[in-house]
């Protein structure tokens, strides 16, 4: 099974890192999520594209996570060669992992 | 003083689509509405627009949006607060007068300046401070000794100055708001801040009460984006079906004097409020949910509550504050040289085999004048850099070259040679196209916020 099966996300820039929530569509999963999506696992899946550190934030208040990944846009908005400077599309790369 | 407002957003960035703010204008009963339409490098290009015409750096929709909304805005009674102004609030406050002359409609207008660092810069250099670790930020300033300088040739090196701007908070804003102005036109000031003074001016609330101003700014980060919030940049047809993003509505808050708000949006518009939407906006480019920096206050995110009310109604209250920083951020814009593109495609049989003879022939040929250059294969691993071990063949490819360059003739070179393999590249290579793009920088630096001040001009 795959992330994106169970949850949504949404990639945001800032500078050179990228925000990207985690958000189950069903909030039981919310515990599920905090166990198994953990800062390792998450920096092991997007190795290709963030070089710097990853921060995660839970917020059980409205039952969702938030990674922020700094060193991930390719020096950023302005001036990355990317095609998606923003890295607007991210988001569906974190929700291509893998999970059990 | 009313226990009760509602602000409508109608333009989530200056290319937004024009219709929603018309539709929230005419039907949404507002009392406010919002156009957030000023990106960090969207300053930087109005700063150039100012430079090559004195009259110009506004945004280059505000004609647009100012003529249909204006006897509506009139009809209704409702006052429109926007960052329009960009490089240029004052010029922009006339245009929106001009306008309002032509349509036989009297309307006062408030610019909001004082963002605009350009003239001080050098005088307050002290006061700068880097953000992150921004050394270049820093480099920058230090190395130019005035931002005065003639618009930049073709030739210009890179990494000239070109804007300087502080993020002003709801200050000026309120200000404007005391005056009998309808229409309130800024420039850099915070997004959320736009949506937070209409509720300090309506609710009387202290500017140092920042449990409110935190709650208040979070409702304003939720709609400062427009349609991402009703369903827009939300909709995947398997997993989060959307109907009618062809008619998306952009949202409006009915919020209260204890800061809790109802996001919704206009009945009979495309689009969905519900928890899901909330979430994924909340969160969106928010890189500390426990301090969310505005020049107003330090938001927690992380003490929302929401809930699904009704259709297309979700609650939101419970986000707290804690006291606004010391400094105010600074988008500094600078020359940052040209981009060149080249484009190529090949489809059928060996598609992604030709398209990578193609890109490795021109990596020999490219990589010793252009070290940086780089290679993606559209349709493979262009946007996320890897395909994940999808390892599919791929039917189509299209073949993208990208390097930067000090000169805009420098960077055509990208674009020439990928052009050139229609007759000297690997076979069936078709649709070729070449780009060059100036580049404008932008870095960040922090400044001490008594160093800037708002001003407000009445027209």
């Known amino acids: 099974m795959k992330l994106h099966q169970i949850a949504h996300s949404r990639a945001g820039d800032k500078g050179n890192t990228s925000t990207l929530s985690l958000i189950p569509y069903d909030a039981k999963d919310y515990e599920f999520l905090c166990k198994a999506i953990t800062v390792e696992r998450v920096k092991e899946h997007l190795k290709d594209i963030v070089s710097g550190e990853i921060v995660r934030y839970e917020l059980p208040t409205i039952s969702s996570l938030l990674f922020v990944c700094q060193d991930a846009l390719l020096t950023g908005v302005t001036t990355s060669l990317a095609i998606d400077t923003h890295g607007k599309a991210l988001s569906y790369a974190l929700l291509e992992m893998v999970i059990d | ?459």
């Open chain 2, 1 to 459: 003083m009313k226990n009760k407002i509602r602000i409508g957003c109608g333009a989530g960035f200056s290319g937004d689509r024009l219709e929603p703010a018309i539709i929230l204008a005419e039907q949404g009963n507002l009392d406010y509405l919002v156009l957030e339409c000023l990106a960090e490098r969207t300053i930087a290009l109005a700063q150039k627009r100012k430079r090559a015409d004195a009259t110009k750096g506004y945004d280059p929709l505000l004609e647009r949006r100012i003529e249909g909304l204006l006897p509506i805005l009139a009809k209704n009674n409702i006052r429109l607060i926007t960052n329009m102004g960009a490089a240029n609030p004052i010029e922009g406050a006339k245009k929106i007068v001009e306008i309002a002359q032509k349509q036989g409609i009297s309307v006062k207008v408030a610019a909001v300046i004082g963002d605009e660092l350009s003239d001080k810069l050098v005088a307050i250099s002290d006061e700068i401070s880097k953000f992150n670790n921004e050394d270049f930020a820093i480099a920058l300033i230090t190395h130019h000794s005035s931002l005065n300088t003639p618009p930049s040739s073709l030739n210009t090196p890179p990494s000239s100055l070109i804007s300087a701007n502080a993020y002003m908070g709801v200050e000026g804003i309120l200000e404007a708001l005391r005056s009998d102005a309808q229409i309130i036109i800024t420039g850099r000031v915070a997004d959320p801040s736009l949506f937070l003074a209409p509720m300090i001016h309506e609710f009387g609330w202290a500017t140092d009460n920042y449990n409110l101003l935190g709650q208040g700014t979070i409702v304003g980060h939720l709609l400062e984006c427009a349609g991402q919030i009703t369903g827009g940049y939300f909709a995947d047809p398997i997993t989060k079906p959307v109907t009618n993003l062809d008619t998306l509505g952009h949202p409006f808050a009915d919020v209260f004097a204890d800061g809790s708000a109802i996001i919704s949006k206009v009945a009979g518009t495309g689009g969905v409020v519900n928890l899901a939407t909330v979430k994924e906006q909340l969160l969106y480019e928010v890189v500390n949910p426990h301090a969310y920096l505005t020049p107003d206050v330090s938001a927690n995110f992380t003490t929302v509550h929401l809930e699904e009310i009704g259709d297309n109604q979700v609650k939101v209250w419970g986000g707290t504050g804690q006291e606004k920083p010391s400094t105010l951020k600074v988008s500094v814009g600078y020359q940052a040289g040209f981009l060149g593109e080249g484009e190529i495609s090949y489809a059928g049989a060996n598609a992604l085999a030709r398209a990578q003879l193609a890109g490795d022939t021109l990596e020999k040929r490219l990589k010793a004048d252009f070290p940086d250059l780089r290679t993606d294969y559209v349709g493979v691993s262009a946007i996320h850099r890897t395909d994940f071990n999808h390892h599919l063949e791929p039917y189509e490819v299209r073949l993208r070259l990208a390097a930067n360059a000090a000169t805009a003739q420098k960077a055509a070179i990208i674009g020439e040679e990928v052009e050139a393999l229609y007759t000297n590249g690997p076979a069936g290579g078709g649709g070729a196209r070449k780009y060059v793009t100036e580049l404008v920088g932008i870095v960040s630096v922090l400044v001490n916020r008594k160093k800037v001040s708002p001003e407000v001009i009445l027209f």
